[in-house]
């Protein structure tokens, strides 16, 4: 008998509905649907809840080998949605370009390091720092609740955006020869693609 098969069976054996076991269980009703239909399997957790709730042993709902695929895939999750986070923070941690002193502005002779308040030779008096920052920062924020919701289409579509900021940001900042800026921003660049090579190699699992 399937996993799918024993779970119905428990299920009416107690006499409950789809989603009298959903609140049960903490979950939707949805989610119990795709589990008794086959399409689909609980994580570790929402087994442990079943196994508890019907006094069943985890090994007597699933066999061995799919329960490792379980955890496998529930792993590759836990990574993907980790490094989501990581990219999101990184570009939060662009709000910190306004703040930091990293631009240069001569006064009297003499360069002196200032932030972005101060920065009056900027291009645009600043207006284009603002801008890419800003966006950086949204874009952050955009990719952190897209992961937090696990929406998988959109997170691609920010974390490209976030990329795509990144390299118009080091380009403009090296052009126009604030290098400590540049620097910073290349770094932060560096960490989202070694992160976003790390979600994808765990897509591929």
């Not at 529930?74 to 631009?103: H, V, W």
Request: proline share 1%.
């Amino acid at each position: 008998m399937e996993f799918h098969e024993k779970l119905q069976k428990l299920r009416k054996d107690r006499g409950l509905t789809q989603e009298e076991l959903a609140a049960a269980l903490f979950v939707s009703r949805t989610a119990v649907s795709k589990w008794e239909s086959g399409r689909g399997y609980p994580g570790i957790d929402s087994l442990k809840e079943i196994s508890k709730f019907f006094s069943v042993s985890i090994d007597e709902l699933l066999s061995g080998e799919k329960l490792i695929s379980i955890a496998e895939n529930e792993n590759r999750k836990n990574i993907q949605r980790t490094c989501g986070l990581m990219i999101g923070t990184a570009d939060l941690l662009s709000l910190l370009m306004i703040f930091l002193p990293l631009y240069p502005m001569a006064v009297g002779g003499y360069v002196y390091s200032v932030n972005l308040f101060g920065h009056s030779e900027a291009v645009f008096g600043g207006t284009v720092h603002w801008v890419l920052f800003l966006l950086l920062a949204a874009a952050g924020a955009v990719k952190i609740i897209l992961t937090l919701l696990k929406s998988e289409k959109g997170q691609k579509a920010a974390t490209y955006c976030s990329l795509t900021l990144s390299i118009l940001a080091v380009l403009f900042l090296a052009m126009t020869r604030e290098a400590y800026a540049a620097a910073l921003v290349f770094i932060l660049l560096l960490v989202k693609a070694v992160l976003l090579f790390k979600y994808i190699k765990a897509e591929r699992r």
